[in-house]
C-alpha cells in the first residue's frame, strides 16, 4: 500500500475517532448537566476536594470504558494539574469537570475535555460546553470546528483594540508564579482593550479559536487545561508559543495562544 493511502486511511481513521470521542464528551456532559443548579456548600479543603472529586467520578464513569474502547492501548491521564512529557505512545488527555469548581458555584463555565496526544503531539480534541450544547472540534490538519461549523481566529492587528484573557494561578502555586501572574494582568491592562480573568482556561482557548478574544496567556499550565485549547487554536489559524516566543511543548512554564496580527505585540507585554 501506498504511503499517500496509508496517511489516508490513517486520517480517516482519526476523524471516525473524533466522531466518537465527541459523543462521549456529550454523554458526560449531560450526566454532569443534571447534577448542575445548586450550590454546593464546603467548609474546609477537604469537602471541596471530595464534591469535586463526585463529579469527576461521575464524569469518568462514561468516560473511561468508552475511550477506552475506541483505543484500549492507550494510556489514560485525568489529573488535570498534571504537567510535562508524556511517554511514547498514545495517551487521552481528559478533564472529566474542567471548571469544576464554576460547577459547584452554579456558575456555567465550565465543560468536558478529552484529547488523544500521540507521541506527546495532540492528534484530535472533543470540547462539550453541556449548558450550551456547543461541541468544539479539532483534528491535526483538518480544522477547528464548533458543532460542524469552522472555526477561524481573529483578524485584528493591534493589541490596543484587543480582548485579552488569562487564568489565575493554581491553589498553592509558587509566590513567584502568582506575582508574575498579576504583574502580567497588570501589563495587559494598559496594552490591551479589554483583560478577562477567570477559570477555566480552556474556555477562553474556544473564544480565540472562535475569533470572539484574540488571545489567552497563562503561566505554569498543565497539560489537561492546555492540550485541547492549543489544537483548537493552532487549527484554526491561531498562533501558539511561550510567553518567550519560544515553540510551547507540555513542559513549558508559560503558554501563549493569540491572532497572528497581535502575538508579536503580546510578547512584548507579557515581557514587561
Do not use: C
Request: glycine share 8%.
Amino acid at each position: 500500500m501506498s504511503e499517500t493511502l496509508q496517511t489516508g486511511d490513517a486520517a480517516a481513521s482519526d476523524a471516525d475517532l473524533l466522531d466518537q470521542t465527541a459523543i462521549a464528551v456529550r454523554a458526560a456532559g449531560s450526566a454532569l448537566r443534571e447534577r448542575f443548579g445548586e450550590v454546593v456548600r464546603y467548609q474546609s479543603r477537604e469537602e471541596l476536594m471530595r464534591a469535586l472529586a463526585v463529579n469527576d467520578d461521575t464524569a469518568l464513569a462514561i468516560l473511561r470504558p468508552r475511550l477506552t474502547r475506541l483505543r484500549p492501548n492507550a494510556g489514560w491521564v485525568e489529573d488535570e494539574l498534571d504537567g510535562g512529557a508524556l511517554p511514547p505512545g498514545e495517551w487521552w488527555v481528559v478533564d472529566p469537570a474542567e471548571g469544576n469548581v464554576n460547577h459547584l458555584h452554579a456558575l456555567p463555565e465550565w465543560a468536558v475535555t478529552a484529547t488523544l496526544v500521540r507521541d506527546n503531539q495532540p492528534v484530535l480534541t472533543a470540547v462539550h460546553l453541556p449548558l450550551t450544547g456547543e461541541t468544539y472540534t479539532a483534528l491535526t490538519g483538518a480544522g477547528a470546528h464548533l458543532d460542524g461549523r469552522p472555526l477561524h481566529v481573529s483578524r485584528t492587528a493591534d493589541l490596543a483594540l484587543s480582548i485579552v484573557a488569562t487564568s489565575q494561578a493554581r491553589p498553592d502555586e509558587d509566590e513567584k508564579v502568582v506575582r508574575r501572574v498579576g504583574s502580567s494582568i497588570t501589563a495587559m491592562l494598559f496594552d490591551a482593550l479589554v483583560v478577562r480573568t477567570a477559570v477555566p482556561a480552556t474556555l477562553h482557548l474556544t473564544n480565540v479559536a472562535a475569533g470572539r478574544i484574540d488571545a489567552f496567556w497563562q503561566f505554569a499550565g498543565a497539560r489537561a487545561d492546555l492540550l485541547p485549547g492549543a489544537l483548537l487554536v493552532t487549527e484554526a489559524g491561531g498562533r501558539i508559543s511561550d510567553a518567550q516566543g519560544r515553540p510551547w511543548t507540555p513542559q513549558s512554564e508559560s503558554f501563549l495562544a493569540a491572532a497572528p496580527g497581535i502575538h508579536t505585540q503580546a510578547l512584548a507585554t507579557l515581557s514587561r
